[in-house]
């Protein structure tokens, strides 16, 4: 299934308060709190990750395989990806099946999310280990408005995908940890907001 993903992140420092906001605003939850676990394979060479493309397996409720890629026109006010994604029954086969066909595990990365739908658009509270995250995914529309009834601040938006703020934690604190999972960062003390998140 081909999707044009477009979304936006936010910085939230209490997403119980958010919960609470969304709850109270009618909108609708359609996956409770799950845990995620993300496997991003690549060529040898990172030729994936140089062309702004990703390719990964995913474990939550269900097994998915999900390629991205840049659009032909980026937009700057959303992070906009080209999504095709299809359901596997056999995480183990699947990722056996990627091996077989020269992609290498380049990242592992987990997180807990919950998700949301409102007038229109997808919200996701998303826990990954190095802070507190809110998506906002949908028609453009539907984004500007979302955030605005949720008393968010458009301009404090963050286009960047987990992995490159990733990045930009590892290269702020000069960390040498190559997965981003919550064991490794436990004994971290990390400030998402020293970094330059954009």
Excluded: W
């Amino acid at each position: 299934m081909r999707h044009e993903e477009i979304e936006v992140k936010f910085l939230i420092e209490d997403l119980g308060a958010i919960r609470q906001r969304l709850v109270a605003l009618g909108a609708t939850l359609t996956t409770p709190r799950t845990y995620e676990e993300n496997l991003l394979f690549d060529t040898p060479d990172a030729q994936l990750r140089h062309q702004g493309r990703l390719l990964r397996l995913r474990r939550d409720r269900r097994n998915r395989i999900t390629y991205k890629e840049p659009p032909t026109h980026p937009d700057v006010d959303f992070k906009v990806m080209q999504e095709y994604e299809i359901e596997v029954s056999d995480f183990d086969q699947a990722h056996t099946i990627l091996t077989k066909l020269g992609f290498a595990l380049s990242l592992r990365f987990e997180k807990y999310r919950e998700t949301f739908t409102y007038q229109g658009a997808e919200v996701v509270l998303d826990e990954v280990p190095f802070g507190t995250f809110m998506e906002i995914e949908g028609p453009q529309e539907a984004i500007r408005a979302t955030a605005a009834t949720l008393g968010l601040d458009f301009d404090a938006r963050l286009v960047s995908s987990y992995v490159d703020i990733f990045d930009t934690v590892c290269t702020t604190y000069k960390l040498p940890v190559t997965d981003i999972t919550f064991e490794t960062f436990r004994s971290l003390a990390i400030d998402i907001r020293a970094c330059q998140l954009r």
